[in-house]
């Protein structure tokens, strides 16, 4: 069954430093895989997604995420925080030949001034 | 303005009134789908929707149901509500080609006494 596992329900970084959000997933034949933000009272935004080719996706923002294919793992990084990336993020997973997204459940980032 | 709309954003009722949560997207996409968000378990999906008059259960669809009578409206009926219910929900629509990104609405917050 695939699945997908935000290990972390929140993660603090002060301003200025790199921050990484975990995500790992379990799924057969080559996956899909997306990063969402959703803000306080908003819907989620796309940031990035990995289909094919280069390990590391650039996304908006200054985002970017690592495929790992070894490890299953699809972390997101940034190399210096901001405040305003306060927000909840979710790692998402869709197996190459269907239709359904699945979602993690969800990490909180935290930065502080 | 590509987007997806919701409506209402938030509305509480009481167990049993029949409502419905309407969405619509302008962006002439084929796939369209529902998520209910709950605190500690992500985004599941409802049901979804691959073209007019085709729609699939997702993971959560009891107590639902979706029509798909033209392209770009995936209304969510609730035909007798219960309190367990109460949750934030999202539309989400993306073209017909699986590696596409899903653009999501804003959220209706629903309560259900």
């Known amino acids: 069954a695939q699945s997908v596992a935000q290990p972390e329900d929140q993660v603090n970084v002060a301003e200025g430093n790199p921050l990484t959000v975990k995500c790992t997933y379990s799924?057969?034949?080559?996956?899909?895989l997306f990063w969402y933000v959703q803000y306080p009272n908003r819907g989620l935004q796309f940031l990035l997604k990995y289909i094919t080719g280069d390990n590391l996706v650039k996304g908006s923002y200054g985002f970017e995420a690592e495929f790992n294919k070894s490890q299953t793992s699809f972390h997101l990084k940034k190399p210096s925080a901001l405040v305003s990336d306060s927000a909840l993020y979710f790692c998402?997973?869709?197996?190459?030949?269907?239709?359904?997204?699945?979602f993690g459940t969800g990490t909180r980032l935290q930065v502080f001034p | 303005e590509a987007q997806v709309t919701q409506n209402p954003r938030y509305l509480i009722t009481v167990t049993g009134k029949k409502l419905t949560v309407t969405c619509s997207q302008n962006m002439n996409h084929e796939y369209m789908s529902w998520y209910r968000q709950d605190p500690g378990l992500g985004l599941r999906q409802i049901y979804y929707s691959m073209n007019v008059e085709v729609t699939d259960k997702g993971d959560v669809p009891e107590g639902y149901k979706v029509s798909r009578k033209e392209k770009r409206n995936f209304p969510l009926i609730l035909e007798s509500p219960s309190p367990n219910q109460t949750s934030l929900y999202f539309c989400?629509?993306?073209?017909?080609?699986?590696?596409?990104?899903?653009?999501f609405g804003p959220g209706t917050r629903l309560t259900v006494l």
């Open positions: 989400a629509s993306r073209a017909g080609v699986r590696t596409d990104t899903q653009y």
């Open positions: 998402a997973v869709r197996r190459y030949n269907t239709d359904k997204l699945i």
């Open positions: 799924v057969s034949g080559n996956p899909y």
